[in-house]
């Protein structure tokens, strides 16, 4: 097997608070929109790799779900 076969990205989780947490379906379906088009413009321009493909989502994915997760995070009635 090749060592690409075997590639695992740990994928960080969207976790919203209570408050939010009806968006987080259409929010998680939006960040793998947005996640799909990156990176098939990437592969369309830069010609990736398939392992530079997987880096590359799962980098993109784990750095939208950091973002939002951070952003509504102090949105929470616990953090009030």
């Known amino acids: 097997m090749s060592a690409c076969s075997k590639l695992s990205i740990a994928l960080n989780d969207l976790v919203l608070p209570d408050e939010f947490e009806d968006l987080e379906g259409m929010l998680r379906t ?3 929109a947005v996640v799909k ?18 880096e590359l989502r ?9 973002v939002v997760n951070q952003a509504v995070e102090p949105l929470s009635a616990d953090r009030r």
């Open 30 to 32: 939006d960040l793998k």
């Open 37 to 54: 088009m990156i990176a098939q413009r990437a592969n369309e321009r830069l010609l990736l790799t398939r392992r530079e493909d997987q």
């Open 58 to 66: 799962a980098t993109l994915w784990n750095q939208l779900t950091a």
